[in-house]
């Protein structure tokens, strides 16, 4: 009988299916949801490291063999100031839900600065004498990273802001043909088109090597 039914009844057998579906689409849906709100809540009641890093920047010499005045050797020097590393608990721009969601970091980089030099150069050296060529003036970067705790289909694992000020740029011809010494130590000394006579300062074993990744599962 109940074959009969929806063999003689086709358009209901297509509505008892349609309304079928849905049902089971807003069950799905409403199971998703309750369980984001419960990973959501036992993220938010989980305990949280608190990181807070403020360490001086490397400072990083970059060496030439090239000789403006046939005597001093230029350098490029890059002053990445001081680095500061915290996490923080709230992001003001996003849901209370989001937030839960996410360990988040603050990156900041304050005084970057780059300049040329000839010849020898100490960076504990204040003397006047130094005759200093400003490439980039002091600056800062601040970057921040959220990533996610447990992966969800709903938001991506990770966000990344970057915020640069205003640069001031330094150019001149002085400063060009320095810069210019100073990118043929990158360029492959085994190209064809490399015609420059500059030696190689640094070998392929200079880039190589072991590294470790270090994680954390929560």
């Known amino acids: 009988q109940i074959v009969a039914f929806f063999k003689s009844s086709p358009t209901v057998s297509q509505t008892l299916a349609l309304?079928?579906?849905?049902?089971?689409?807003?069950?799905?849906?409403?199971?998703?949801?309750?369980a984001q709100q419960q990973m959501t809540r036992v993220l938010k009641d989980q305990s949280r490291f608190s990181l807070n890093l403020d360490i001086?920047?490397?400072?990083?010499t970059v060496p030439t063999k090239f000789r403006p005045?046939?005597?001093?050797?230029?350098?490029l020097l890059l002053d990445l100031g001081n680095l500061i590393l915290r996490t923080e608990e709230i992001?003001?721009?996003y849901s209370s839900e989001e937030q839960?969601?996410?360990l988040n970091f603050n990156l900041v980089l304050n005084d970057?600065?780059?300049?040329?030099?000839d010849g020898d150069y100490h960076w504990n050296d204040t003397s006047k004498e130094v005759n200093l060529l400003p490439v980039i003036d002091k600056c800062g970067i601040a970057l921040k990273l959220q990533q996610i705790q447990v992966e969800s289909s709903l938001y991506p694992s990770t966000r990344l802001a970057v915020r640069v000020p205003s640069l001031g740029f330094h150019f001149s011809p002085a400063r060009y043909?320095?810069?210019m010494e100073i990118l043929k130590i990158f360029q492959d000394t085994n190209s064809e088109n490399n015609s420059s006579d500059l030696a190689h300062l640094w070998d392929q074993a200079d880039f190589e090597g072991w590294s470790s990744?270090?994680?954390?599962?929560?």
């Open 19 to 34: 309304e079928t579906a849905a049902a089971v689409q807003m069950t799905l849906d409403e199971v998703k949801r309750t």
């Open 56 to 60: 001086a920047a490397p400072k990083i």
């Open 69 to 75: 005045d046939d005597v001093h050797e230029t350098k």
């Open 91 to 93: 992001w003001d721009s």
């Open 100 to 102: 839960d969601m996410y």
């Open 112 to 117: 970057v600065s780059a300049f040329l030099v």
């Open 177 to 179: 043909h320095r810069l």
């Open 213 to 218: 990744l270090l994680t954390w599962k929560v």
